[in-house]
């Protein structure tokens, strides 16, 4: 039972299987690499006269899943392999330890390596990493993601083992003030330096005084006492990038001293940042800034960026999230329009522009090419045909959330010369009528406008489809959106906090539900 007879059909099927398998090739692992076997012979691998830097150099040309398939052939090629790959991604568990000398045996060339661990695990420790950075001497990028059991000991390793580092990143990790110090007292090529979420920044005395000629970008994200990177900002003389994201205190006396000493800069982000009109003032001494980000710094104001734009005049790219205070609006634009002609990139949002500053800044920045407006109350029809009669330069236009209509739109079919692609989103007043019009008026413009009315006319037949044959809505399962996430034990205060908006949020769907039905029962008494 169970048992078929074999067809003729099968049967041949199989011997061609059989013939196939004879002639195919296979490795034994009792000879040596070279030793391949083809029907039953011995048969001559070319590959093993090839010098291993010929091979190499091969290796190179490929595609890393080219090269995965290659280092499977034989040990030979596994090894090649190996010594040819110079970026390396790894889970940075604690049981990498006991891993590290046979990895690293194979990977002895990594010059660019990445430890990521998960939040919920235990990370590698100080020996795992002294391991590494003895094995990998010629390291120049390392990213560490959530190892949170390397201390200040484990970072001295590593800064005295490799010593031509250039690059360090790091996100949520605890070894303090003193492991970076210790990298920048080590690594004197260090040349970018990214912080985000460390921990251990809070104890006394943790200011890093050190000096470094070599820094050239610098970028702190989610600090707090973030204050404390302060000397090594100032004594970066080299220094041409500064981003600031999201860290807590105030920073206008840090500007000031950075100001003061580091007159090189070229780029600055400030982003929920406590600084004001007073930092502003202190970065317009430096002359050569190029690219500017203000997002969300609510206390800066028109005054504060028409100090700045007085000495900045070689700006090129500006980014403004006024967070719609209304705090830096036409005089503040004005000034920039004015002093700034080489404005290439301008993106403003929450900030709300008229045609008296736009139209100056399409006729005073004659190489802007990128513009965007979001969330802007006063951007409508008479805006944009300012920018279509004065922006000749303009090649690529972003609307979104803006009182813009197709009449407004109509205006691009003639202007902007150099324009090849417009985006608008969630403007509710510009229809797709306009959009494939302006695609037919202009064959080289692309047109992206998502149909928000359309979007919201499918949300209203996919609401109504609950409904039932007899009247009564049918009411959806509810799933706690939040119920997936795999919150970690030690934030068991967070969770009753998801819980409570899960709640309130399922409440809230409930109340336009049962209206709903009531409102149909009452219907079908008239009726």
Same mark, same amino acid.
């Given at each position: 039972?169970?048992?078929?007879?074999?067809?003729?059909?099968?049967?041949?099927?199989? %011997?061609?299987?059989?013939?196939?398998?004879?002639?195919?090739?296979?490795?034994?692992?009792?000879?040596?690499?070279?030793?391949?076997? $083809?029907?039953?012979?011995?048969?001559? #691998?070319?590959?093993?006269?090839?010098?291993?830097?010929?091979?190499?150099?091969?290796?190179?040309?490929?595609?890393?899943?080219?090269?995965?398939?290659?280092?499977?052939?034989?040990?030979?090629?596994? %090894?090649? *392999?190996?010594?040819? &790959?110079?970026?390396?991604?790894?889970?940075?568990?604690?049981?990498?330890? #006991?891993?590290?000398?046979?990895?690293?045996?194979?990977? +002895?060339?990594?010059?660019?390596?990445?430890?990521?661990?998960?939040?919920?695990?235990?990370?590698?420790?100080?020996?795992?990493?002294?391991?590494?950075?003895?094995?990998?001497?010629?390291?120049?990028?390392?990213?560490?993601?959530?190892?949170?059991?390397?201390?200040?000991?484990?970072?001295?390793?590593?800064?005295?083992?490799?010593?031509?580092?250039?690059?360090?990143?790091?996100?949520?990790?605890?070894?303090?003030?003193?492991?970076?110090?210790?990298?920048?007292?080590?690594?004197?090529?260090?040349?970018?330096?990214?912080?985000?979420?460390?921990? !251990?920044?809070?104890?006394?005395?943790?200011?890093?005084?050190?000096?470094?000629?070599?820094?050239?970008?610098?970028?702190?994200?989610?600090?707090?006492?973030?204050?404390?990177?302060?000397?090594?900002?100032?004594?970066?003389?080299?220094?041409?990038?500064?981003? $600031?994201?999201?860290?807590?205190? *105030?920073?206008?006396?840090?500007?000031?001293?950075?100001?003061?000493?580091?007159?090189?800069?070229? *780029?600055?982000?400030?982003?929920?940042?406590?600084?004001?009109?007073?930092?502003?003032? %202190?970065?317009?001494?430096?002359?050569?800034?190029?690219?500017?980000?203000?997002?969300?710094?609510?206390?800066?104001?028109?005054?504060?960026?028409?100090?700045?734009?007085?000495?900045?005049?070689?700006?090129?790219?500006?980014?403004?999230?006024?967070?719609?205070?209304?705090?830096?609006?036409?005089?503040?634009?004005?000034?920039?329009?004015?002093?700034?002609?080489?404005?290439? *990139?301008?993106?403003?949002?929450?900030?709300?522009?008229? =045609?008296?500053?736009?139209?100056?800044?399409?006729?005073?920045?004659?190489?802007?090419?990128?513009? %965007?407006?979001?969330? =802007?109350?006063?951007?409508?029809?008479?805006?944009?045909?300012?920018?279509?009669?004065?922006?000749?330069?303009?090649?690529?236009?972003?609307?979104?959330?803006?009182?813009?209509?197709?009449?407004?739109?109509?205006?691009?079919?003639?202007?902007?010369?150099?324009?090849?692609?417009?985006?608008?989103?969630?403007?509710?007043?510009?229809?797709?009528?306009?959009?494939?019009?302006?695609? =037919?008026?202009?064959?080289?413009?692309?047109?992206?406008?998502?149909?928000?009315?359309?979007?919201?006319?499918?949300?209203?037949?996919? =609401?109504?489809?609950?409904?039932?044959?007899?009247?009564?809505?049918?009411?959806?399962?509810?799933? +706690?959106?939040?119920?997936?996430?795999?919150?970690?034990?030690?934030?068991?205060? &967070?969770? !009753?906090?998801?819980?409570?908006? !899960?709640?309130?949020?399922?409440?809230?769907?409930?109340?336009?539900?049962?209206?709903?039905?009531?409102?149909?029962?009452?219907?079908?008494?008239?009726?």
């Amino acid at each position: 039972m169970g048992q078929s007879i074999s067809s003729p059909l099968k049967q041949a099927s199989a %011997a061609s299987r059989r013939s196939r398998s004879c002639t195919s090739f296979v490795m034994s692992s009792e000879d040596s690499d070279s030793d391949v076997y $083809l029907s039953g012979e011995t048969a001559r #691998d070319h590959t093993a006269e090839l010098p291993g830097e010929v091979l190499a150099l091969i290796f190179q040309g490929l595609g890393s899943s080219d090269r995965k398939r290659c280092s499977l052939v034989c040990w030979r090629w596994f %090894a090649i *392999e190996g010594q040819n &790959r110079h970026r390396l991604s790894i889970d940075a568990r604690a049981a990498l330890l #006991d891993a590290v000398p046979s990895l690293f045996a194979r990977f +002895d060339a990594v010059s660019k390596l990445a430890l990521k661990c998960d939040r919920r695990t235990d990370s590698i420790g100080d020996e795992a990493l002294g391991l590494i950075a003895q094995r990998c001497p010629n390291l120049s990028r390392l990213k560490l993601r959530a190892c949170r059991e390397l201390t200040e000991a484990g970072m001295s390793v590593l800064a005295k083992h490799c010593p031509s580092l250039r690059k360090l990143s790091c996100g949520s990790c605890t070894f303090g003030a003193r492991g970076v110090e210790a990298v920048l007292r080590g690594c004197t090529l260090l040349e970018e330096l990214s912080i985000k979420r460390l921990r !251990g920044l809070n104890e006394a005395g943790s200011n890093i005084a050190i000096s470094s000629s070599s820094l050239r970008s610098i970028c702190l994200k989610e600090l707090y006492n973030g204050q404390c990177f302060g000397p090594v900002i100032a004594s970066s003389p080299n220094l041409r990038t500064l981003k $600031l994201f999201r860290c807590a205190g *105030e920073w206008d006396c840090i500007l000031e001293d950075v100001a003061e000493k580091v007159t090189g800069l070229v *780029e600055v982000h400030l982003e929920k940042l406590q600084v004001s009109d007073r930092g502003l003032f %202190a970065l317009s001494y430096c002359t050569n800034l190029e690219v500017l980000h203000l997002v969300k710094t609510p206390e800066c104001t028109d005054a504060g960026l028409i100090a700045f734009t007085e000495k900045c005049r070689l700006l090129r790219k500006i980014h403004i999230d006024g967070w719609k205070t209304n705090r830096i609006g036409d005089e503040g634009l004005m000034a920039v329009a004015k002093r700034c002609p080489n404005l290439q *990139e301008l993106v403003l949002i929450g900030v709300n522009p008229t =045609s008296l500053s736009l139209g100056l800044i399409g006729s005073n920045c004659r190489n802007l090419e990128r513009l %965007a407006l979001c969330g =802007s109350e006063t951007f409508g029809d008479k805006e944009i045909s300012c920018i279509a009669a004065k922006c000749m330069a303009l090649k690529k236009l972003c609307i979104k959330g803006c009182p813009v209509s197709d009449q407004g739109m109509e205006a691009l079919a003639d202007g902007c010369p150099n324009l090849v692609k417009v985006k608008v989103k969630k403007c509710r007043a510009v229809t797709p009528h306009v959009a494939d019009w302006l695609r =037919s008026t202009r064959a080289s413009l692309a047109v992206n406008l998502d149909n928000i009315n359309q979007v919201e006319l499918q949300e209203a037949c996919m =609401s109504e489809s609950g409904m039932m044959d007899n009247g009564v809505e049918e009411i959806p399962v509810l799933v +706690d959106p939040f119920s997936s996430l795999d919150v970690p034990s030690s934030s068991s205060g &967070r969770t !009753g906090h998801w819980k409570r908006i !899960g709640f309130i949020a399922g409440r809230n769907f409930f109340a336009p539900t049962f209206r709903r039905f009531f409102h149909g029962n009452n219907n079908s008494h008239h009726l």
